[in-house]
């Protein structure tokens, strides 16, 4: 028998199957301690857990996000050969080079300042203002659909400057860029998933357009601002760009919304505590991040050589997934981990990434998170969980809940 069939975990990891879904935890644990480094044929992947393994491979530079490395990648058009969706992925931060990878990054970094998120909180809370206005006072809501949903894409889009009557369109670019870039659609599928990008995109291309004729103080004018010696980004980069924002920031941004709220709920030591200090909201967002394994995927990574991972041959071209639960989990970083706290010390944590890939919009949604958050219990001191939690068990790479019903027992308030 082969080195790579005694290392298969497909007898026993599912991350479609309805217990995986319900409960991951005694799935992924026994993954980390019988199997850290191990083959799913299920997704022609090699899957590494632990902390200190996925930072390793997060900082090794022979693994990298270009997914063109991949051995079963369609082959690269040329550029004039490709439709909406393959151009903008061509330019996106996930599958970039290196060299280019650190060029978009540096000059996409000052639109990402604090100065200029600071400004982007504040149209945050007029947006999440306005959703909790239509929903109302009702004595319990779905919150997955009424907020989870919605809130994260409607940020991005208030970020980027889209006009509220062009929220679908932008929706739908969403849809396209998070459901299309995934590697193990069918051909079928993803041609279905990226039919409203080029809308989208020509949407993108308007206010890029208007912002180079009148630049201001926000997020698109200062990315048309940006220089580093004499190189500035393209239309299409800039495009690339939100659609990398829209990829990373949108789609998790979702489950971030419901777990968050979900386990401080079932935790009401921990919510009391979040309500007698404000200042504990960032803690509560990383700890939800750790504790949570919201996603049934990792991160993925391609050899771009032949390398060895703890005595394991991964070939050039083989995908990597990197387990990233796993590591909030592991109990050489975090005492006690099945607990969840709040007031934990999450210096170690790599839920944003590592290194060159550390999640460039981190203040995005740690600041569209923290708006939701602060109206939702001024709206709703008194909430606390409904009796439906219903999940997507089709969701291409999550843990979604379609359906998480909350009581707002105004009421008692």
């Not at 945050?124 to 319990?140: N, Q, W, Y």
């Not at 994260?152 to 849809?175: E, M, N, W």
Request: charged share 25%; proline share 5%.
């Amino acid at each position: 028998m082969s080195e790579q069939s005694n290392i298969s975990v497909d007898h026993f990891f599912d991350p479609s199957s309805k217990d995986f879904i319900h409960d991951p935890v005694p799935t992924l644990e026994r993954l980390s301690a019988e199997f850290p480094i191990a083959r799913f044929e299920a997704w022609q992947a090699w899957l590494v857990t632990g902390h200190q393994n996925i930072i390793s491979c997060l900082l090794d530079r022979r693994l990298s996000t270009d997914f063109n490395l991949w051995e079963f990648a369609p082959a690269k058009k040329p550029f004039e050969e490709m439709d909406a969706f393959e151009k903008l992925m061509n330019n996106n931060l996930f599958f970039l080079d290196r060299k280019n990878h650190l060029r978009l990054r540096k000059l996409a970094l000052p639109a990402f300042s604090p100065r200029i998120m600071e400004k982007m909180k504040e149209r945050f809370t007029i947006l999440v203002k306005e959703r909790f206005d239509e929903i109302g006072a009702p004595e319990s809501f779905n919150f997955g659909a009424e907020i989870a949903e919605i809130v994260p894409t409607q940020a991005i889009a208030s970020l980027v400057g889209i006009p509220r009557d062009k929220f679908p369109i932008f929706d739908s670019l969403a849809y396209g860029v998070v459901r299309g870039i995934n590697p193990m659609l069918t051909p079928e599928e993803r041609q279905e998933a990226i039919k409203g990008v080029p809308e989208g995109l020509d949407l993108l291309n308007e206010l890029i357009d208007e912002r180079r004729a009148n630049p201001g103080d926000d997020f698109l004018s200062t990315l048309i601002l940006a220089e580093d010696e004499g190189s500035k980004l393209s239309n299409l980069e800039m495009c690339a760009l939100v659609g990398a924002v829209l990829g990373a920031g949108s789609d998790t941004a979702v489950d971030l919304h419901s777990y968050l709220i979900k386990n401080l709920l079932q935790h009401p030591e921990q919510h009391h505590a979040l309500m007698a200090d404000e200042t504990l909201v960032q803690g509560a967002i990383s700890e939800t991040l750790r504790y949570e394994s919201s996603g049934k995927t990792g991160l993925a990574r391609y050899a771009s050589e032949d390398i060895e991972i703890q005595g394991h041959q991964i070939k050039k071209g083989q995908m990597v997934q990197l387990i990233t639960s796993t590591a909030g989990m592991d109990p050489l970083i975090y005492n006690d981990p099945s607990t969840f706290n709040i007031q934990r010390d999450h210096d170690k944590s790599i839920s944003f990434g590592q290194g060159p890939h550390y999640c460039i919009g981190v203040t995005l949604v740690r600041s569209q998170t923290e708006v939701m958050l602060k109206e939702l219990f001024k709206r709703f001191p008194n909430l606390s969980l409904g009796d439906e939690i219903v999940y997507d068990y089709a969701h291409h790479n999550a843990r979604r809940m379609d359906v998480m019903t909350v009581n707002t027992n105004i009421a008692k308030s």
